[in-house]
């Protein structure tokens, strides 16, 4: 090639496709009277640079980042929003040991192998792909011992994700917004559950990329969000666009942030944050 690919790729496709989202957000934010905006790490920080250097502090709507994953605000819902949180908590791309489902939420397996064995697992390390075994899996959540580790877990992560949304702001106003890449919409889902429990006035909007036909599966009463390409799975023929061409795998390459992932909060100097890795 007599040109650079990468270089042109950015130029001509995603830089023009970034910056129309970031348009369409500034408008929808006027239009919806948005006070606020957080672009939620790590699908969100692409948008969120381009988005700060389009629009100034005093023409465009106050925006941050917020430190954000599934892990770090589904697990805190787990008892006000379970229909929301197990699923999600029986996610994972690859097989694993199912001892591994309870050690990334903090919670010692080897003190359940008695429980795990009731729930048709071989072993702690019997390796499991928990899209095809999740109803053993929420046997084992659901198993007496086993919720009530996973319950104080909740609680006690619940509280430190509870004092970050006040420490960043998400609770001083009333009509804020989250902006992220899509698709069903998990991070948003958490967070109007919680919010709701400590500002019960708060006017919470997600704006996305795109959503699927799931994003409605346990959606909370008067959760309200918009999409700039896909809403709810439609029209088809980006649906079709974005799952059968690999459009979504794509997106999520493009917007993925060289950041290490968020696994939960921690407070240091008085201060929430990202917890050290251990």
Not at 47 to 73: C, H, M
Not at 215 to 227: A, I, Q, T, Y
Request: aromatic share 10%; net charge positive; glycine share 8%.
């Amino acid at each position: 090639l007599s040109f650079d690919f990468w270089e042109w790729l950015g130029y001509r496709v995603i830089g023009p496709f970034v910056t129309g989202f970031c348009c369409w957000l500034e408008a929808r934010f006027k239009a919806d009277s948005i006070e606020r905006a957080w672009f939620l790490t790590r699908d969100g920080e692409l948008p969120g640079r381009v988005y700060k250097a389009l629009f100034s502090e005093t023409e465009g709507t106050p925006v941050s980042t917020l430190l954000s994953s599934r892990r770090a605000f589904v697990l805190p819902t787990l008892d006000i929003a379970p229909q929301i949180a197990l699923p999600k908590l029986c996610v994972c791309l690859n097989r694993l040991p199912v001892r591994e489902y309870l050690e990334r939420l903090n919670v010692h397996a080897e003190k359940f192998e008695l429980e795990f064995r009731a729930s048709g697992f071989k072993s702690l390390d019997e390796r499991i792909d928990g899209r095809i075994d999740h109803q053993k899996l929420q046997a084992l959540f659901h198993q007496p011992r086993v919720l009530e580790a996973l319950t104080q877990r909740c609680r006690y992560e619940r509280a430190l994700l509870e004092k970050y949304l006040e420490q960043e702001g998400l609770c001083s106003g009333k009509r804020i917004a989250v902006v992220d890449l899509g698709w069903n919409g998990s991070i948003q889902k958490a967070a109007h559950h919680l919010l709701a429990r400590k500002v019960p006035s708060l006017d919470l909007t997600g704006y996305y990329i795109g959503t699927s036909a799931t994003f409605s599966n346990n959606e909370p009463p008067g959760m309200k969000h918009h999409s700039f390409l896909m809403q709810r799975g439609g029209p088809a023929h980006v649906a079709q666009g974005l799952y059968k061409q690999g459009g979504v795998v794509l997106l999520e390459i493009i917007f993925s942030s060289v950041e290490r992932g968020l696994v939960r909060f921690e407070k240091r100097g008085g201060k929430i944050g990202r917890a050290s890795c251990r």
